[in-house]
T-cell receptor, first 114, second 115 residues
Framework: DTGVSQDPRHKITKRGQNVTFRCDPI?????LYWYRQTLGQGPEFLTY????????KSRLLSDRFSAERPKGSFSTLEIQRTEQGDSAMYLC????????????FGDGTRLSIL | QKEVEQNSGPLSVPEGAIASLNCTYS??????FFWYRQYSGKSPELIMF????GDKEDGRFTAQLNKASQYVSLLIRDSQPSDSATYLC???????????????FGQGTILTVHP
């Protein structure tokens, strides 16, 4: 049973650079979610997809953030013109379609902005 | 007011004791509730989920839900040092204009089980 896979595990970049993260969900899961977590806080919702459709995007999400899931399988999250405040753990989760389905998380990508 | 609020920690209990973790939520439309365990530097791991009022037991873990009081709890019986982690409470399926997709998390409670 393959879980949610995220790549890379760690990313260090300079302020102003663009970064892209990848998430491969559990194969039979149609829904894919992105969250961001900073130290001492719970994960904060960013966006989610059902198959290839992006169904919701957080109002807190800056225009510098964009996510795609072009074929309804893996997803990418891109951050343009990174800022110090973008330093966080970016978590991907997946679940089956339907109400109240538990979400299973990947190991996350830790982003550090120099 | 935070949408999901957890009892302030850290919580320290002796090995073998019962650890009690509490959570309140503000969106009455929330339909599903989840407890995740997160070890330092790791991602959240699902422990329990509950949808209906009452208790749900799984091994040493019991989740309790009271929708009238907007209260969720997690009891860990016979606590072990390996249970030491941050416990995250999450609510999903809110009807107040929110989607059925996202989870809203509390800030987490740090639990330490000492030998």
């Amino acid at each position: 049973d393959t879980g949610v896979s995220q790549d890379p595990r760690h990313k260090i970049t300079k302020r102003g650079q663009n970064v892209t993260f990848r998430c491969d969900p559990i194969s039979e899961h149609n829904r894919l979610y992105w969250y961001r977590q900073t130290l001492g806080q719970g994960p904060e919702f960013l966006t989610y997809f059902q198959n290839e459709a992006q169904l919701e995007k957080s109002r807190l999400l800056s225009d510098r953030f964009s996510a795609e899931r072009p074929k309804g399988s893996f997803s990418t999250l891109e951050i343009q013109r990174t800022e110090q405040g973008d330093s966080a753990m970016y978590l991907c989760a997946s679940s089956p379609t339907g109400l109240n389905q538990p979400q299973h998380f990947g190991d996350g990508t830790r982003l550090s902005i120099l | 007011q935070k949408e999901v609020e957890q009892n302030s920690g850290p919580l320290s209990v002796p090995e073998g004791a019962i650890a009690s973790l509490n959570c309140t939520y503000s969106d009455r439309g929330s339909q599903s509730f989840f407890w995740y365990r997160q070890y330092s530097g790791k991602s959240p791991e699902l422990i329990m989920f509950i949808y209906s009022n009452g208790d749900k037991e799984d091994g040493r873990f019991t989740a309790q839900l009271n929708k009238a009081s907007q209260y969720v709890s997690l009891l860990i019986r016979d606590s072990q040092p390996s249970d030491s982690a941050t416990y995250l409470c999450a609510a999903g399926g809110g009807a107040g204009g929110t989607s059925y997709g996202k989870l809203t998390f509390g800030q987490g409670t740090i639990l330490t089980v000492h030998p």
